[in-house]
T-cell receptor
């Protein structure tokens, strides 16, 4: 199983871009990178996923390095409501998500 | 479209009591999951059901049983609750297909076992 490494916490000013890094150096060629977030006391929420190309949706952008050993989730204009724990996950397959400790993102006004 | 719903929201049990946590989804998903989250930790998979009529153990199945009642509903039963089962329980569902890891979560059930 590909292990992910994320910083335990980050701060971001409201209105600025939040860039959340993730290392997954043991990822294999057919494994996807998924990002979820969990706002306090709520269930996790799917954000975005990708294989090797950069991806963008209405919530965020995902930048994956060419060697696929790391990725960055970008929230282009962070708001106070984006304060949450962000999980970078490389699923081992078979319907399973393995959640680590994630990164606590604090958006400050 | 309510997504994934869970009942109850909160529950307090005494050691040895039993209870069933209910989960339902209205997205016509085939796969459903039960996770637990202990304070300050990530989610851990208890059981999952890839399709109606099938269930499989996850990472921490001991002390739990599940029933996939139909395509919409997936229940989690604690036969004899223990303080170690104090946790927040999340149900999730996903579509069959390539993006099985795109799961949709319910709001959680907060369980305290005394």
């Amino acid at each position: 199983d590909a292990k992910t490494t994320q910083p335990p916490s980050m701060d971001c000013a409201e209105g600025r871009a939040a860039n959340l890094p993730c290392n997954h150096s043991t990822i294999s060629g057919n494994e996807y990178v998924y990002w979820y977030r969990q706002i306090h006391s709520q269930g996790p929420q799917y954000i975005i996923h990708g294989l090797k190309n950069n991806e963008t949706n209405e919530m965020a952008s995902l930048i994956i390095t060419e060697d696929r050993k790391s990725s960055t989730l970008i929230l282009p204009h962070a708001t106070l409501r984006d304060t949450a724990v962000y999980y970078c996950i490389v699923p081992p397959g078979g319907n399973k998500l393995v959640f680590g400790a994630g990164t606590i993102l604090r958006v400050k006004s | 479209n309510a997504g994934v719903t869970q009942t109850p929201k909160f529950q307090v049990l005494k050691t040895g009591q039993s209870m069933t946590l209910q989960c339902a989804q209205d997205m016509n998903h085939n796969s459903m999951y039960w996770y637990r989250q202990d304070p300050g930790m990530g989610l851990r998979l208890i059981y999952y059901s890839a399709s109606e009529g099938t269930t499989d153990k996850g990472e921490v199945p001991n002390g739990y049983n599940v029933s996939r009642l139909n395509k919409r509903e997936f229940s989690l039963r604690l036969e004899s609750a223990a303080p170690s089962q104090t946790s927040v329980y999340f149900c999730a569902s996903s579509e069959v297909g390539r993006d099985l890891e795109t799961q949709y979560f319910g709001p959680g059930t907060r369980l305290l076992v005394l």
